[in-house]
């Protein structure tokens, strides 16, 4: 067996509302992929947002345009087993279905932003984040506030430097990573444009302006 066969399988999770997906999303999981040496990225739009409160486009929809944005794109694939699943969308189910058919050995990734990971001690069964995956941080502009005490407590011990120690074990390490585009995209801004009927061109890809503008979602 050659070495590029034994390689266990690398796959990062990216949740989130994507309410509407938009660039920012979509750069970013390519340059995950990139910087991680990943096989495939997972996509997963929450259907019940456990942090927030839940979107104005249905799951499906928001899906539906996801896999818009995402159209060829090597490696980047929506998976819509939140939205199928129902319920709470907790990132620990999540990551347990996801490692029960990627298997033990598999290394895998659940990736978020600064402003999700000051709230991560918050997230139900934070600790168990850690027993299905890594944990990497992808650095947003203007997120730098302090690390409350119990996520001090909760990712101690826990931090490496580099992808190819992050990559040694299948879980349970955290890695800062500052991606080469940091896109200052929000969903937020986007749906009060729609609202007002501002331009949204270059904001999102145009498979999925177009879409918006054809449904009249978030106007």
Not at 18 to 33: I, N, Q, T, Y
Not at 81 to 96: C, F, K, M, Q, V
Not at 129 to 156: G, K, S, T
């Amino acid at each position: 067996m050659c070495a590029a066969e034994a390689r266990p399988v690398r796959v990062a999770m990216l949740g989130g509302t994507f309410d509407p997906v938009h660039m920012g999303h979509l750069r970013s999981a390519v340059e995950l992929r990139e910087a991680l040496e990943l096989d495939r990225v997972h996509m997963v739009p929450a259907r019940v947002p456990p942090h927030r409160a839940t979107p104005g486009v249905s799951a499906e929809r928001r899906a539906a345009l996801l896999a818009l944005g995402i159209g060829d794109t090597p490696g980047l694939a929506v998976d819509d087993r939140e939205i199928a699943r129902g319920g709470p969308s907790y990132s620990a189910d999540t990551l347990a279905s996801l490692r029960e058919e990627l298997g033990p050995q598999a290394r895998l990734v659940m990736a978020l932003g600064h402003d999700a990971y000051l709230n991560l001690a918050e997230w139900h069964e934070p600790q168990r984040l850690f027993d299905l995956a890594h944990i990497v941080v992808i650095d947003r502009p203007d997120h730098d506030r302090p690390l409350a005490p119990a996520l001090q407590e909760l990712v101690a011990g826990r931090e490496v430097s580099d992808v190819e120690t992050l990559m040694q074990a299948p879980a349970g390490s955290l890695l800062a990573l500052r991606l080469p585009t940091r896109m200052a995209i929000s969903a937020t801004s986007i749906r009060e444009r729609l609202r007002r009927g501002d331009s949204i061109r270059y904001l999102v890809p145009e498979a999925v302006e177009r879409d918006l503008l054809a449904r009249g979602l978030y106007a």
